[in-house]
């Protein structure tokens, strides 16, 4: 059982059969290795995270959370992030009680195409 926000998104985006084609096993919370070469990847970050007591208690957090994807073609990095939409959105598990699409930007740089969505999710600290 999931015992933190970062196991549980990273267990939920793990078990999606059409980002896993894309993306294999590389997802990263926080942020990429180094040495991470082969795209497309994946990595997401909790940028902000406030208490929230008006849900079920006041163990209840607010996170802007941010998935970030390169990949060498613009498709790819679109697919990358259409899938982890399909996964987060209604998405309710242990800790993740719910999350909403904040926006999205893409970029053209010099390694791929980056492609980043934003969410607020709501989840149970523990």
Same mark, same amino acid.
């Given at each position: 059982?999931?015992?933190?926000?970062? @196991? @549980?998104?990273? +267990?939920?985006?793990?078990?999606?059969?059409?980002?896993? +084609? %894309?993306?294999?096993?590389?997802?990263?919370?926080?942020?990429?290795?180094?040495?991470?070469?082969?795209?497309?990847?994946?990595?997401?970050?909790?940028?902000?995270?406030?208490?929230? =007591?008006?849900?079920? /208690?006041?163990? =209840? *957090?607010?996170? !802007?959370? !941010?998935?970030? +994807? %390169?990949? &060498?073609?613009?498709?790819?990095?679109?697919?990358v992030i259409d899938a982890v939409l399909a *996964? *987060? @959105? /209604?998405? $309710?598990?242990t800790v993740l009680k719910r999350a909403f699409?904040?926006?999205?930007? !893409?970029?053209?740089?010099? &390694?791929?195409?980056?492609? *980043?969505?934003?969410? $607020?999710?709501w989840w149970v600290k523990s």
């Open positions: 059982m999931p015992s933190s926000i970062q @196991e @549980e998104l990273r +267990a939920a985006l793990g078990a999606n059969p059409a980002l896993m +084609a %894309l993306v294999g096993d590389r997802i990263y919370p926080g942020e990429i290795p180094d040495d991470e070469d082969p795209t497309p990847w994946l990595y997401y970050v909790v940028p902000e995270s406030v208490p929230f =007591d008006a849900l079920d /208690g006041p163990t =209840d *957090v607010r996170s !802007e959370v !941010e998935f970030h +994807a %390169l990949a &060498d073609t613009y498709a790819t990095a679109k697919a *996964v *987060v @959105e /209604g998405y $309710t598990g699409w904040d926006g999205t930007s !893409e970029e053209t740089t010099e &390694d791929g195409y980056h492609h *980043v969505v934003r969410m $607020t999710v």
